[in-house]
């Protein structure tokens, strides 16, 4: 009984995390990217409280892309946690728990960048 809770609690999260995912996704590229380049500069601003105004731009040009691939990685990780987590649960054998995962993670994350495709060729 507390397994099927277990599963279920994981399953709800993954599907959370896949509407997270599919939500930032449906966003056109000038609206993704001012979303990354006011967290970089809220980053910036909250680490180089002194600098220079010209200083602090060029960081933000730079941290902006590092930012965005630590977004994309982190919410990727948290989606194979969450597989190994759920598939941890089953009495399979770990090769194929891995190879499952991996899977799962590779078809969504193609499945988003159709998605993405779709989104983009709309707004233009």
């Given at each position: 009984?507390?397994?099927?809770?277990?599963?279920?609690?994981?399953?709800?999260?993954?599907?959370?995390?896949?509407?997270?995912?599919?939500?930032?996704?449906?966003?056109?590229?000038p609206k993704s990217s001012s979303i990354s380049k006011?967290?970089?500069?809220?980053?910036?601003?909250?680490?180089?409280?002194?600098?220079?105004?010209?200083?602090?731009?060029?960081?933000?040009?730079?941290?902006?892309?590092?930012?965005?691939?630590?977004?994309?990685?982190?919410?990727?990780?948290?989606?194979?946690?969450?597989?190994?987590?759920?598939?941890?649960?089953?009495?399979?054998?770990?090769?194929?728990?891995?190879?499952?995962?991996?899977?799962?993670?590779?078809?969504?994350?193609?499945?988003?960048?159709?998605?993405?495709?779709?989104?983009?060729?709309?707004?233009?």
């Open positions: 009984m507390k397994i099927n809770i277990l599963r279920g609690v994981l399953i709800v999260l993954l599907i959370c995390t896949f509407w997270l995912i599919f939500g930032f996704s449906s966003q056109d590229a006011e967290v970089t500069k809220n980053i910036v601003n909250t680490f180089h409280k002194k600098d220079s105004e010209k200083s602090k731009t060029q960081r933000i040009k730079q941290l902006e892309p590092v930012i965005r691939k630590c977004a994309h990685f982190s919410i990727y990780m948290v989606v194979g946690v969450l597989l190994i987590c759920l598939f941890n649960t089953y009495n399979l054998d770990n090769k194929k728990k891995i190879l499952i995962c991996i899977t799962i993670g590779i078809v969504y994350a193609c499945s988003d960048e159709i998605h993405q495709m779709f989104v983009n060729r709309k707004k233009r």
